[in-house]
């Protein structure tokens, strides 16, 4: 493993006059309630990713359908940055991240939700907020598995905080809401292929301190991150939330197996077509 702590000293300081700059800047727009207070938080991770060296690949796109409800593995704090380098996005994220020093500030600045999983009313109420924020017409992305994993695996899906989808058509007066499966993969550190036991060191789980991890980032060279959009999922209020969580962690386990075995976006389009018993069509080179 390539290791440059200069690298990491320089990143360091382009990234912390910029969040001195932006922070007030955001905060006043969240303050005035203006659109542009999801848009910057993007443009900052984009920003962000392009200077730790994070090259973040999208494969599909995220659904226009409102109200979304976006349904994504956890191996990293680096998801954050990455799927909200995308698009304009909302998190839920546990409470014990707000006291966090200055990454506790910029999870607020992000509107993040923060759920207190000590209280048993905690869920209900991150439900109403995410419900909120969905109607509003910002798509609100849940970590499903409740934790984060070593990268190399999909844990299961919990199904509490899916209630959020039922807590959404309830108070929109909807018929149904969208929920749409992503993947978030780690495939490769300079260029080369993490593989199995190389992808831990990129994921962020366990007893793992966040200073440590979040040095090691910086300092140990470039990442590629494969982002992976599902087919969208309709959720009406008679959606059997085990079943709603079973089907989507199924598709993003599909998916996030495809980004690490390296398989191309036409092939597994193929591969799919073939198993629903379409008509594909052969390739020139066959």
């Not at 994220?93 to 500030?105: C, D, H, L, N, R």
């Not at 309709?234 to 089907?247: I, M, W, Y």
Request: charged letters at 20%; hydrophobic letters at 50%.
């Amino acid at each position: 493993m390539v290791r440059r702590p200069l690298r990491a000293i320089a990143s360091a300081l382009v990234l912390v006059p910029t969040v001195i700059v932006l922070a007030p800047i955001q905060l006043a727009l969240m303050r005035m309630n203006s659109p542009h207070a999801q848009t910057l938080p993007m443009k900052f991770h984009r920003f962000a990713m392009a200077v730790v060296g994070v090259r973040v690949k999208v494969i599909g796109e995220p659904s226009s359908e409102r109200p979304l409800l976006i349904a994504s593995n956890h191996a990293s704090w680096l998801d954050i940055p990455v799927l909200g380098s995308v698009c304009r996005m909302s998190f839920v994220a546990k409470s014990e991240i707000a006291g966090w020093p200055v990454f506790g500030q910029l999870a607020r600045l992000q509107r993040t939700i923060f759920v207190d999983r000590a209280r048993r009313t905690a869920t209900a109420q991150v439900n109403d907020e995410m419900a909120a924020r969905m109607i509003a017409g910002s798509p609100v992305v849940l970590f499903a598995e409740g934790t984060s994993s070593d990268g190399n695996r999909v844990l299961a899906f919990r199904t509490s905080l899916l209630g959020a989808a039922r807590a959404a058509i309830a108070a929109s007066g909807g018929a149904s809401i969208a929920v749409q499966p992503v993947s978030v993969a780690y495939t490769h550190r300079n260029g080369l292929p993490l593989g199995r036991l190389g992808r831990p060191f990129v994921a962020w789980y366990g007893e793992m301190t966040f200073a440590h991890h979040l040095w090691s980032i910086l300092r140990d060279g470039a990442i590629d991150a494969t982002v992976t959009f599902g087919e969208t999922m309709r959720a009406d209020a008679g959606t059997d939330r085990k079943r709603l969580a079973a089907v989507a962690e199924r598709e993003v386990r599909r998916l996030t197996t495809n980004a690490l075995l390296g398989r191309k976006a036409e092939d597994v389009a193929r591969a799919k077509a073939i198993e629903a018993g379409e008509p594909v069509q052969q390739s020139e080179h066959a």
